[in-house]
């Protein structure tokens, strides 16, 4: 008999924890299970904005994938997904095309630039370890610039960061701690450094507590931070910004232009032929996807609405690790024939933002607030949980965070 073939696209956290909890759950003679990811590395994403400020090495955010995945029981592809045929059970890669039984879609996210001028030719993101790594290097380049020109330009040392959502603020608790470091390096007084957050609403991390909102601004004001809330990004250049709040517009001179107020799910999806909302796909209670059987999403590409709200569950790491669960309970039980298929259902048990490597806010455990210390305690083990839980404690103790007092 032919072993059904299942093949997971992307190594993200859906992607990684439905392979892992796979190859634990299938014996080597019930399944083909095959993994395709553009790099040979898994990273974590909710570390990138450490990477893209400075305050952490990438080195450190980067997995190797052949560190946790059993290459005896997973074949690994290192190849671009180009697109999806789902009549056909194909999915074409930049070298070659690979068949399935059962698909596993996590391919994460891109940018939404929302077509505002100049934002996809002038401003950075933070979407991969690469971008990452470009936005610290540009601002370290800009820091050590300023006082080798003849006529200093103070463009240099002005960030702007668009979007006060989750990544936005988290990287600005960063930036509030490196500035100090590279003005001391780079021989710059504090006082010309202007970090600046656009947010289109009229507060940071809508939808957030109000009591831990708060908190947060008055935290990053106390570093330096300045917040434009109410402010709409009409225009990106490469020597500035222009914004326009209250009706006016004003233009803002910055080398450093840091896009973080949206993402979308990889373009693939649409481009595939699947069924789409927002760009992404409303997946069954199962997590498969309308019309194809054969067919399962977790992370950025799925879309689950949440009753309650009336409005989508964000796409955070904590759902998209619950979904690949969920996932790879159904591929087994599908592809072995034995148990039954499962409904997911998301549990949110918190979220927690950190504003630096000291300061942190969250809501836990029966909307428990935790500011400060506690939450930052908190965020480190919600991060090593997952390394235990992605490569058991080999993995948690080479990479993860034990530094609780600084």
Request: glycine share 10%.
């Amino acid at each position: 008999m032919k072993k059904p073939s299942i093949v997971v696209l992307g190594a993200g956290y859906g992607g990684m924890i439905a392979t892992v909890n796979l190859q634990k759950s299938l014996g080597i003679n019930e399944a083909n299970i095959t993994l395709v990811n553009k790099h040979d590395y898994h990273y974590q994403a909710t570390w990138l904005h450490e990477n893209a400020a400075g305050t952490l090495h990438h080195d450190r955010t980067r997995i190797e994938i052949k560190e946790v995945i059993n290459m005896n029981k997973v074949n690994f592809v290192k190849d671009t997904v180009v697109s999806i045929k789902p009549d056909e059970k194909k999915v074409k890669l930049k070298n070659g095309e690979i068949y399935y039984d059962y698909l596993v879609i996590a391919l994460g996210f891109e940018a939404a630039t929302f077509g505002i001028p100049g934002l996809d030719e002038h401003a950075f993101t933070i979407g991969s370890i690469n971008s990452a790594r470009l936005i610290r290097e540009h601002i370290e380049y800009n820091f050590a610039m300023y006082n080798n020109e003849k006529d200093p330009n103070d463009a240099r040392l002005t960030i702007v960061v668009g979007g006060g959502g989750f990544t936005g603020i988290e990287f600005l608790g960063e930036l509030a701690n490196r500035i100090p470091e590279l003005c001391k390096e780079f021989d710059i007084d504090k006082n010309k450094v202007r970090i600046i957050n656009v947010e289109g609403a009229h507060t940071v991390l809508p939808g957030f507590d109000p009591d831990l909102v708060e908190y947060a601004m008055n935290s990053l004001e106390a570093r330096g931070i300045e917040f434009k809330t109410g402010a709409l990004l009409k225009e990106c250049k490469p020597d500035g910004i222009v914004i326009e709040k209250d009706g006016k517009l004003e233009e803002i001179p910055t080398k450093t232009t840091v896009w973080a107020a949206g993402v979308r799910a990889n373009s693939i999806i649409e481009a595939s032929g699947f069924e789409t909302n927002r760009g992404k796909i409303e997946v069954r209670n199962d997590m498969r996807a309308p019309d194809y059987d054969d067919v399962f999403v977790v992370g950025d590409c799925a879309l689950i609405m949440n009753e309650e709200s009336g409005r989508p569950f964000p796409p955070t790491a904590q759902i998209a690790i619950q979904m690949a669960e969920a996932v790879s309970h159904n591929v087994k039980a599908m592809a072995t024939g034995s148990g039954e298929v499962e409904s997911f259902e998301p549990k949110i048990l918190g979220t927690v933002a950190s504003l630096g490597h000291d300061d942190a806010i969250g809501v836990v455990l029966n909307d428990r607030k935790l500011f400060g210390f506690k939450a930052t305690v908190m965020k480190k083990v919600i991060d090593n949980r997952y390394l235990l839980k992605l490569g058991g404690p080999g993995l948690l103790f080479k990479k993860g965070k034990f530094n609780i007092f600084y």
